[in-house]
């Protein structure tokens, strides 16, 4: 008896161990089967169903799988060009199932399942189904296609990948071959048959994570229509989509900028220039400031500062210099009934604080005041006077800009990096324009020694850093 129960034991042990093992298994997320169904159309047009069935355990899968589609070909040439592709349908367990794309390196990725829903364990049946182009090459004696069955960038391992091909009515393919493995691998663990009309390719091992299937059948020269030259034209377009969009966007911006310039940039003819020692008649020494800078420079203190001199020079104000702080105070002579009106409304503001303005920190907001009100009375009176900034024309252009980098990035299937690659430039140009202006700035002939070397430190940098190997 006692040997009954100890085999009793050890038979329960036996099966405890099968089942544990038996759950273990169960609980791998892997792809049970990968299953597609290609049929080539004479166009070339390729009809794809593709259908996953997944073991789902909430741990990598919880709402779904995605989908890695590439959107560029390698051609007959060696040329990279761009595929059609257009989704119709995703199903998961035989319903339509929610799905978003986005765009990624070199394709897109489709999304499958609901933010909100997570999917029970077990096994889950996922279904895509697509058409795309551009995916026959065209060989002198001979039409190929060539199809990567499954892709490589699956994170879960495929215990069977097959693929059932359909060709056009009347093709008979003169050679089939198989590919498995990771990018670029050449190993054969698949074979490949005819049945009946269909071809039939099947992997022989398991397919690890990033492993794939690619499959390629050789056609009769004429299997497939060729594209016409105007086709042909309109793929060649397409495909240099991003800089023809670039370039026409360059020549649009050059020639709005040329066209605006002869419009309203050229400055009038100089004309006989005469040496003259005093502004012109009705300028004063403020407007003198405001016209050769084109606005203020130092804020409108130094025309602020030769508004008060000239009042001191006619005798309306004296001044009174005490190291620390300059007093501006009036006189009883009395106030002309015209008066320049940075000069006027110095004078006012100097009435306003009790006949005596005093400019030192202790007196700030006074300060402050009086040259905000200064500002204000000249820009008002002065402002598109004497010259124009022509900012309209400016935002036109810089408008008109904007539109084509758009259109770069909405028409031209642009990448991470390919975006990269164009926003680097354009951002680099903004930098080098506001530091360019800086520097002509700083060079003008009121810029400071001290400001001049400076920037030639920080340009002489810059430069260095560029041109650094890397």
Known sequence: MKRVFAALGWFSLFLTLLFSSAGLARAEEVFTAYRSVIDVAKSGVLSVTETITANVEGNRIKRGIYRDFPLTFTDASGRLVKVDFKLISVERDGAEEPYRTESISGGIRIYTGDKDVFLADGEHTFQFTYETARQIRFFPDHDEL??????????????????????????????????????GATDKNARALEDGDRLVFTTTRRLEANEGLTIAVKMPKGSIDPPSVSQERVWWFYDHLPPILAITGFVVAALYYSRMWLKVGRDPARGVIVPRWDAPDGISPALVNYIDNKGFSG???TALSAAALNLAVEGYVVLKDFKNSLVITRTEKPKPRSLPTGEATVLAVVQRNGGELTIDKDNGPAVQKAGADFRNAMEKEHRNKYYHANTVY??????????FLLAIFIFGLLDGATVALVLVPVFASVV???FALAIGKAFNKRGSLFARIGLLIVAALLSFLSSRPR
């Open 146 to 183: 060539y199809w990567n069955v499954t892709g490589n960038q699956w994170a879960f391992p495929i215990e069977e990948a097959s693929a059932t091909v359909a060709l056009p009515a009347g093709v008979k393919a003169e050679a089939l071959d198989v590919f498995t493995g990771g990018q």
């Open 299 to 301: 804020q409108g203190w």
């Open 394 to 403: 400016v935002v036109g252009g810089i408008a008109l800009s904007v539109l």
């Open 432 to 434: 080098i324009s506001v």
